[in-house]
């Protein structure tokens, strides 16, 4: 397997950092994966922007019983100060029961030498449920 190049490396770290966050239950550590002015679009909901509202989103989240966060990369698309991710993830309970899993799409911006989500979209892959 040829080695990654720096930017897909970059965020290979940056996907990492957040699921060990994650995976502690640290909300403010996943904030920090994301830039001070990042924006997530979840599924159902209206737009949230900044740390302190991203924060906020991932606490209900992890409030919600969803401990795990697996974020598997399929296409990085490289530009200059910045990347377009696109992958799979999977959402899961502590108990490891997957709760959710579907696609996302990222934009990374180079911060201070380090990758950060500066836009972060998904979707799920599970039909409706009734």
Same mark, same amino acid.
């Given at each position: ?7 897909? !490396?970059?965020?290979?770290?940056? !996907? ?10 640290d909300?403010?550590?996943?904030? /920090? ?17 900044? /740390? ?6 991932? /606490? ?15 296409? #990085? ?8 991710? #696109? ?15 579907? !696609?996302?799409? #990222? ?8 990758m950060?989500?500066?836009r972060?979209?998904? !979707? ?7």
């Amino acid at each position: 397997m040829a080695p990654l190049a720096p930017t897909h !490396n970059a965020i290979a770290l940056s !996907n990492q950092a957040f699921m060990k966050a994650f995976a502690g239950d640290d909300a403010a550590a996943v904030s /920090r994966c994301y830039t001070e002015d990042g924006k997530i679009l979840p599924p159902q909901s209206e737009p949230i922007t900044g /740390r302190p509202g991203i924060e906020a989103f991932w /606490r209900m989240v992890m409030d919600m019983g969803i401990k795990s966060a697996t974020l598997e990369t399929v296409d #990085v698309i490289e530009y200059p100060g910045g990347a377009c991710e #696109v992958g799979h993830y999977l959402l899961g309970k502590a108990t490891g029961q997957p709760v959710d899993r579907g !696609n996302y799409m #990222v934009i990374w911006r180079e911060v201070d030498g380090a990758m950060k989500l500066y836009r972060d979209i998904w !979707n799920t892959s599970l039909p409706p449920s009734a």
